[in-house]
């Protein structure tokens, strides 16, 4: 199979059904550290820890930058140091590929 960093996220106009629960945690075992939330809308999150408020932006910088190739935006959290994103796929109400593959590549830019 190939890696979730090797794929690209596709546009989704809303006429496909979220994934399943079986197939989210499929995927979630392809992004370390996300969590899956099954409260409401199902959506995939993580915390990032930096070492001030200059290199949590650093990092929300470079996720812009990737969520602007990908054509997928992440929902952003800063809270000084400390950063949250939350992944669903709004047209769906839900989970979709593309939200795993954002993440595995959020996952691959963390350097911080």
């Known amino acids: 199979m190939e890696p979730l960093t090797e794929k690209k996220c596709v ?19 392809q992004v370390s ?29 470079a ?17 000084y140091n400390h950063v949250n994103l939350e992944l669903h796929t709004h047209a769906i109400k839900g989970l979709h590929q593309n939200d795993f593959i954002l993440a595995s590549k959020i996952n691959k830019i963390n350097k911080y």
């Open 11 to 29: 546009p989704c106009e809303g006429k496909i059904s979220p994934l399943s629960e079986s197939q989210e945690k499929k995927y979630l075992q």
């Open 63 to 79: 996720v812009a930058d990737l969520a602007e190739e990908e054509g997928h935006h992440p929902d952003i959290h800063i809270y």
């Open 33 to 61: 550290g996300w969590e899956l939330n099954h409260e409401g809308i199902h959506r995939i999150s993580k915390k990032f820890i930096f070492k001030d408020f200059k290199e949590s932006m650093q990092f929300v910088t």
